[in-house]
T-cell receptor, first 113, second 113 residues
């Protein structure tokens, strides 16, 4: 079945460092891909999405490009802030499904001042 | 617009007891989802409703879990009887239709003693 694998955490960075969180997927069809962020004590918020190959999703300085050839959707940010500390989830939604999301295990990011 | 509302925020019960969670989706959202998020893992879909009908409940442990959305608006999820492994955060999400981005509530954290 469909699945998402993302890099193990936790990831600890200094403020203004470059961030990469790797995400790869397995899907039988052509899924839409998402990054969600979860701040402590809160629900998940959609960070960005891409619906087809070579699409780039971006929001709040974060970017991810849908790479069909490598089945990847890596999250990047050029300069992280303390406020970016959260858990990041990569997810897919298969077009053939009813839209439900399949999530990776999440990667906890801590940014130190 | 008001977000997805869930209650209670926290619940502590003993094993074999019953518990119920409530969710009020964003107004006008036809699709409602319940997810289970065990500590250290990504959310896993339990059940998906389209209006007041069940679209996908393939991962719902039906011997102990039940959910309803009688009027196609708010929804309740029940566990009866609870087991230790049910300790998790239960997230409700909604979307305008099944293939649009989901909006999540803050979740109910359930602890089983």
């Amino acid at each position: 079945g469909d699945s998402v694998t993302q890099m193990e955490g936790p990831v600890t960075l200094s403020e203004e460092a470059f961030l990469t969180i790797n995400c790869t997927y397995t899907a039988t069809g052509y899924p839409s891909l998402f990054w969600y962020v979860q701040y402590p004590g809160e629900g998940l918020q959609l960070l960005l999405k891409a619906t087809k190959a070579d699409d780039k999703g971006s929001n709040k300085g974060f970017e991810a490009t849908y790479r069909k050839e490598t089945t990847s959707f890596h999250l990047e940010k050029g300069s992280v802030q303390v406020s970016d500390s959260a858990v990041y989830f990569c997810a897919l939604s298969d077009r053939g499904s009813q839209g439900n999301l399949i999530f990776g295990k999440g990667t906890k990011l801590s940014v130190k001042p | 617009e008001a977000g997805v509302a869930q209650s209670p925020r926290y619940k502590i019960i003993e094993k074999r007891q019953s518990v119920a969670f409530w969710c009020n989706p964003i107004s006008g959202h036809a699709t409602l989802y319940w997810y289970q998020q065990i500590l250290g893992q990504g959310p896993k879909l339990l059940i998906q409703f389209q209006n007041n009908g069940v679209v996908d409940d393939s991962q719902l442990p039906k011997d102990r879990f039940s959910a309803e959305r009688l009027k196609g608006v708010d929804s309740t999820l029940k566990i009866q009887p609870a087991k230790l492994e049910d300790s998790a955060v239960y997230l409700c999400a909604s979307s305008p239709t099944s293939h649009q981005p989901q909006h999540f509530g803050d979740g109910t954290r359930l602890s089983i003693l």
